[in-house]
């Protein structure tokens, strides 16, 4: 028998929801809601990832007790059962519940008995996962009904991604250039180099104005955790969009002390931006490897001459390349596949 509320999440449905909604979390907030009406849970935390690493950068979440989303996102790195970087399918835990890290320290003390755990992944990368916790066991049918679902939902993230590369205005930017946060092994902030408030107020606003919660910055530190434990080998990084057009990655590395952790956040180098745009587009290896090289200033003879092709095969590449992307021109193309170049230079000439 089929659900109610399952002809809201259907793909056509979810597609519309993804072209109309004004960014990742106005999304996210709105299949919750029609999530609701199938699957009835009572906390969650959807995370949008990095597509390379599957390292967490934008976490939208509601858990019983907010002031332990530190150590909640610690435990979740730190558990192998139904970790999203090993699921092929959506998974609840069931009778194995108490083989989670996470269940028994984090979340059987609100009463939570069962997590149905969603990876958001599909042929160009992984783009987030969704944990649903629920204080009465999930059915027999739910990670089937989750399957059905996750292709929409992982589409639906990945079209706003691309989005992101659409500037809706002047790119933002901190002034003060990268910056530096010191965590400790709990994930508590240790100090904090001078700009990194407005680097975090332009990577996590909020609404209020009020201090955000550094999560992107405690989400590539528990990768760092996990690597250490053997747990998952993905780099601690993760790249994560900023408002106009403009990217930011975050990289957690070890103090030599041994005694805290790192988390640097600085601009996107040009081609981490090209590797995003280009898995957030769909884009073919091929189509990727002919958008890097026409980054350098190639041209269609130059571009052929790398890729051992004919210049009619480049520009059917190209072709593709702009139906993708929505784009009309090179300079189109790199401008939002760069950012916005200054004028007269190499890439604004093309």
């Not at 979390?25 to 009406?37: D, I």
């Not at 069962?114 to 990876?119: F, L, Y």
């Not at 909020?206 to 990768?223: E, I, K, L, M, T």
């Amino acid at each position: 028998m089929a659900r109610p509320g399952l002809r809201e999440l259907q793909p056509s449905a979810v597609e519309r929801l993804a072209r109309d909604a004004e960014d990742s979390r106005v999304l996210r907030t709105e299949l919750l809601s029609r999530l609701r009406r199938v699957i009835d849970f009572d906390w969650y935390a959807w995370v949008l990832t990095d597509p390379t690493t599957s390292v967490g950068v934008d976490p939208l979440a509601e858990i019983p007790d907010p002031s332990k989303i530190p150590a909640t996102i610690r435990l979740r790195y730190l558990t192998s059962l139904n970790r999203w970087t090993t699921l092929d399918h959506p998974a609840t835990l069931g009778s194995r519940a108490a083989e989670s890290r996470l269940w028994r320290e984090a979340q059987a003390p609100y009463g939570v008995v069962d997590v149905a755990s969603v990876p958001l992944r599909d042929r160009h990368g992984c783009w987030g996962f969704l944990d649903l916790w629920s204080t009465h066991p999930f059915g027999a049918d739910a990670p089937a009904v989750l399957a059905g679902l996750a292709p929409q939902l992982t589409s639906a993230v990945r079209r706003v991604r691309a989005r992101s590369f659409h500037p809706t205005g002047p790119e933002a930017a901190p002034a003060s250039g990268p910056t530096v946060l010191i965590l400790g092994e709990d994930l508590s902030i240790l100090d904090r180099a001078q700009g990194s408030e407005s680097w975090l107020q332009l990577l996590l606003p909020q609404p209020d104005g009020s201090r955000p919660v550094p999560a992107c910055a405690f989400n590539v530190a528990a990768q760092l955790l996990a690597r250490e434990e053997g747990i998952d080998d993905n780099d601690a990084m993760a790249r994560m969009p900023l408002p106009g057009g403009a990217w930011a990655t975050l990289r957690a590395t070890r103090l030599e002390s041994g005694h805290a952790i790192a988390v640097t956040i600085e601009h996107t180098s040009a081609r981490d931006r090209l590797d995003v745009f280009a898995r957030a587009h769909g884009l073919s290896a091929r189509e990727g490897d002919i958008l890097s090289i026409i980054a350098t200033g190639a041209d269609t003879t130059r571009t052929a001459e790398a890729l051992r092709l004919s210049p009619h095969t480049v520009q059917d590449h190209l072709k593709s390349v702009f139906a993708k992307t929505g784009d009309h021109s090179r300079r189109e193309l790199l401008a939002r596949a760069l950012g916005a170049p200054p004028a007269g230079s190499a890439v604004a000439a093309l």
